[in-house]
């Protein structure tokens, strides 16, 4: 059962900004890094970003991550048929002492 | 270039021991901890634990603790995912990843390919 809540689905039209929330608690988000990882279809997951905000070389600059309190968000900007894929919000939780990640969201471009 | 090259898709009875495989490749394997990760049909991700090639320290998701056991063998950079008696319900895809740096707080950034398991009578 994830703990971290993520929208099932998001979508937008090509060059349209796409925004994803991950919502978490103290134990999580709250006091550590959040990570994102991309699932394209039938494929393995994909480092996006980490410690919030970081981006692994090689990954667009059209994706940036946030966080403010217990809650981080994924925004994808100038989207592309591409992008449509699986995205799964993570982090450590110091109370279960478990890595916990979101129940992910489907992108879709219309 | 960094890879983590798994063992292929496996069909097994409900009952039958399973050992999943995990070599890397392009990096100092014993520098990096490696975690096993399941995706159930149509689920999300789920840590089930990680182990430091090194010196095999493993820890373990409290979900998986005693459900499965993880191994490494150094000499060969291999990681290792074992069942003793498998259920229906351990059917899945399961990827290995290597952890950026330090201990399990740190992301994945590198994956396997996955292997899916498949249990069924």
């Known amino acids: 059962q994830s703990v971290l809540t993520q929208p099932p689905s998001a979508s937008g039209t090509p060059g349209q900004r796409v925004s994803i929330s991950c919502s978490g608690s103290s134990s999580n988000i709250g006091s550590n890094n959040v990570k994102w990882y991309q699932q394209l279809p039938g494929t393995a997951p994909k480092l996006l970003i980490y410690t919030n905000s970081r981006r692994p070389s090689g990954v667009p600059d059209r994706f940036s991550g946030s966080k403010s309190g217990t809650s981080a968000s994924l925004a994808i900007s100038g989207l592309q048929s591409e992008d449509e894929a699986d995205y799964y919000c993570a982090a450590w939780d110091a109370s279960l002492n478990d890595y916990v990640f979101g129940t992910g969201t489907t992108v879709t471009v219309l | 270039e960094v890879q983590l090259v798994q063992s292929g898709a496996e069909v097994k009875k409900p009952g039958e021991s399973l050992k999943i495989s995990c070599k890397g490749s392009g990096y100092t394997f014993t520098n990096y901890w490696v975690a096993w990760v399941r995706q159930m049909p149509g689920k999300s991700l789920e840590w089930m634990g990680v182990?430091?090639?090194?010196?095999?320290?493993?820890r373990y998701s409290p979900s998986f603790q005693g459900q499965v056991t993880i191994s490494a063998d150094k000499s060969i950079r291999v990681a290792y995912l074992q069942w003793t008696s498998l259920k229906a319900s351990d059917t899945a895809m399961y990827y290995c990843a290597r952890l950026q740096y330090g201990g399990p707080p740190a992301a994945f950034d590198f994956w396997g390919q996955g292997a899916l398991v498949t249990v069924s009578s």
């Open positions: 182990i430091y090639p090194a010196d095999s320290d493993t």
